[in-house]
């Protein structure tokens, strides 16, 4: 039989005990919530970028794969070093005279079509005249998203750099140009879309 006194102060005694713990608390508190701390801590490590539009039909996105950080390559200089002057790197197409502008008879591969490009005028601009929707990204010579191949032989024989940030001479020694940057100084076929 059930003894009614036993089970009223069992009653109490789980009654009690609960309202102990709850009222004390068990002490544990939650730990502090730090994401929004490392996701800022991850995004300061990435460079800035002045890329005038935001990697639009890219292909394979940014840098190169294997991109090696400043200073960290033969030959590469460290921040803060000066670099000797190249006669081709970095000229600028405006500044060549209207009566000096040279045309050039360059054959898009992919495309089966031979058009005329000035030497003061890029190869992908060339192409996207036409019509063509020809693969780029940065538009800076800063990634090989627009990069194509010379098939005639070394790309410094048949054009001239705005910017190189993206290719090695041994690519260029393959035929390899960035499309975006890349003024003819010589007829060529080309392969467009094609990377090192």
């Known amino acids: 039989m059930v003894d009614p006194v036993s089970v009223a ?9 609960v309202v102990v713990h709850y009222s004390s608390g068990t002490g544990w508190e939650p730990t502090e919530d730090i994401s929004q701390d490392v996701l800022e801590k991850r ?30 390559a033969e030959g590469e200089l460290a921040e803060g070093e000066e670099a000797e002057e190249e006669e081709d790197e970095g000229f600028d197409p405006e500044s060549i005279p209207e009566d000096e502008v040279e ?12 058009i005329e490009v000035a030497n003061n005028e890029t190869i992908l601009d060339a192409g996207e005249d036409e019509g063509w929707d020809l693969p780029y990204a940065c538009r ?43 003024c003819p100084t010589d007829e060529f076929t080309i392969e467009t879309g094609e990377q090192p």
């Open 140 to 182: 800076e010579g800063q990634c090989v998203s627009c990069a194509g191949q010379i098939q005639d032989g070394n790309a410094s024989d048949y054009i001239r750099h705005i910017n190189n940030e993206a290719l090695f001479d041994d690519d260029m020694e393959d035929g390899y140009c960035l499309t975006c940057v890349a």
């Open 43 to 72: 995004a300061a490590t990435v460079p800035e970028t002045d890329f005038p539009e935001p990697y639009n039909r890219s292909i394979g996105g940014g840098a190169p794969a294997g991109a090696i950080p400043a200073g960290g």
């Open 9 to 17: 102060v069992a009653a109490a005694l789980t009654f009690l005990v």
């Open 103 to 114: 045309y050039y008879d360059i054959e898009f591969a992919k495309e089966g079509e031979t």
